[in-house]
């Protein structure tokens, strides 16, 4: 059996937003027990992780982590069309992940007690970002 | 067909754990010959990865390239109710991989041959960890 | 359904090669409308990416930043039988993709349109690259 649904999330600028609901509910409607579930962002200037879901602070501090690791507006990067924070999103989206495969148990992904399902957008002035989920199993 | 199974692995410290036969004995007994075999780790701070599987120099090296990205105790973090090296524990496992999806060829998973598949545990003082493999295929 | 085919690629150095059209053929040849499409490189030392695919400038500036980040020739390394870029290859491989999974739609991977799909060649004298590609899917 095969579920594919899409979820639309509009940023407001750098930082991470929960999916993890919005993916349970699909996996909830597809009536599949036993599976996997594919989370695909079709932007490759924000990006997918599974992180800590407690403590917000973490996701802070990857977000901090990212700035200083990938700097805005670096003289190393020529891609600069679209400003600053451009080519830093491109690098950032490249070093996390585009797409996550998470197991489907007893009709629900298979999170661990602190793993949540987060978009993470690198762009600072935000968009309108899509994301396909696709839930395969029986 | 789909067949799902857990990997338990006790970690005594930072570090890498070889899941490679584990993993291929679950695909062996799955009876599936042809398709795909997700490999799941239930936490965010350790992770799993792909990696040269002759010289452990490699996987050491890999250790200390991610000490010096991700340093323990960074003022960076202001997460760090478990210590020094909680906050690095998630930046390490964001970097890496949660999720790792690989082919099933002749009831095999489709492995190069200087490929293995590595727990990577990044808390100093290791932990008990879940690993879920989902073989769907035919 | 399930398809499983081999993408090979002869790479002549450190850089990218652009094997969305490989894949993509792939998937139109299997005759599965909605699925996913499951890309893995059998190597260490080479990678995947999805990445922006109008400005090869983009791409470009991945590799400055790759190159900076983990240096040839890092005294840090102590695995390199194989040279100065011998390590470098690994933790580039490990920091970037060695599996991509795609969301399969209308019988083709649905991918944004910016995005294209890469191989990342991270030895400075190429090689000989395996691509194994699956699709599953009704």
Do not use: K
């Not at 797409?99 to 600072?124: D, F, I, K, M």
């Amino acid at each position: 059996m095969i579920v594919q649904d899409l979820i639309e999330v509009r940023t407001a600028g750098r930082g991470t937003s929960d999916i993890t609901n919005a993916v349970q509910e699909i996996v909830a409607r597809s009536g599949i027990g036993t599976g996997t579930c594919q989370v695909f962002v079709q932007h490759t200037s924000a990006s997918l992780m599974l992180c800590e879901n407690a403590d917000p602070e973490v996701r802070r501090d990857l977000e901090r982590f990212m700035s200083r690791l990938v700097p805005d507006g670096d003289s190393l990067f020529r891609h600069d069309s679209e400003g600053p924070d451009d080519m830093p999103a491109h690098v950032r989206s490249v070093l996390t992940h585009t797409s996550l495969g998470v197991p489907v148990t007893n009709g629900r992904c298979a999170l661990g007690t602190w793993q949540g399902l987060y978009l993470w957008e690198h762009r600072s002035g935000g968009s309108r970002r899509r994301i396909l989920v696709t839930v395969q199993g029986e």
